[in-house]
């Protein structure tokens, strides 16, 4: 039996933490490939093309859902974002997992695609909306009315955390990412069992007893 990869995608309210607990887990696993999306947002100081996102113009977009290429797409504060399918397909051929960045609207489509079945979702709460808001602040990548808007929209975007497999609320960053990392392991863990222990339960099953 083939090891297939897993898609872990992430989700929150805009300024939970979803990017730096995505860095954190990045960080304890070399192997695992995050999904570079593509936005028609302009880029914040410091964000690299093909790094953090695929910048393009709302046409470009455009041109990428009409020829297929998006796994899922939708629109977040008034700008497109959305997963390139073929980097997706790829990683999962070769067993590798992938994390995915996406809202809610991102989570369903992937859960409902072809691929849906691999899906491990995790939504990330913030300890309270004035720290959530303290931290889209603080982040001090954003203009006021940025900020105003993502606030107003979290309460929708938390209205889904029940449609997700596990929830972490992230007070303590140290605690928030160490509990990612265990339901990583856990996940890969239940995905490996059949292929990796096949073998051995059969052979275990056959030897001769002493
Ligand atoms: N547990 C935490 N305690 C305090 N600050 C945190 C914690 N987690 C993240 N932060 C900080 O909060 C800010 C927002 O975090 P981050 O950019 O990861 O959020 P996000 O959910 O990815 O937001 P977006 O959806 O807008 O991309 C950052 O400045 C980050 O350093
Ligand atoms: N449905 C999708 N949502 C996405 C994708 N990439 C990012 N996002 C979400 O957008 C907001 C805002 O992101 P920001 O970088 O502008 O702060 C955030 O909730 C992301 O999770 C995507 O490909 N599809």
């Known amino acids: 039996m083939e090891r ?6 992430l989700s929150s309210p805009s300024g939970a933490g979803k990017s730096t607990l995505a ?4 960080d304890w696993d070399r ?8 936005t028609t947002r302009k880029p ?4 690299v093309e093909g790094e953090h996102y695929y910048f393009r113009s709302t046409d470009e977009f455009r041109a990428m859902v009409a020829a297929g290429e998006m796994l899922e797409h939708a629109e977040v504060f008034g700008n497109f974002y959305g997963t390139p399918r073929g980097p997706v397909e790829a990683a999962m051929r070769a067993g590798r997992d992938t994390l995915f960045d996406v809202d809610w609207q991102g989570g369903q489509q992937i859960r409902a695609s072809s691929l849906g079945k691999h899906v491990i979702s995790i939504f990330v709460l913030p300890p309270s909306l004035t720290e959530l ?24 975007e938390i209205s889904h955390w029940a449609e997700y497999d596990y929830v972490i609320v992230n007070d303590d960053l140290d605690r928030s990412a160490e509990t990612l990392i265990t339901i990583l392991k856990a996940e890969r863990q239940r995905r490996d069992r059949q292929v990796g222990l096949g073998p051995f339960v059969r052979a275990l099953m056959e030897e001769e007893s002493a």
């Open 23 to 26: 860095r954190r887990l990045m």
């Open 4 to 9: 297939s990869g897993l898609l872990v995608i």
């Open 133 to 156: 808001e303290r931290r889209l602040v603080s982040r001090g990548q954003d203009a006021p009315e940025v900020i105003a808007t993502r606030m107003r929209k979290s309460r929708n």
């Open 31 to 38: 192997e695992l490939r995050f999904s570079v999306s593509a």
């Open 44 to 47: 914040r100081p410091g964000e």
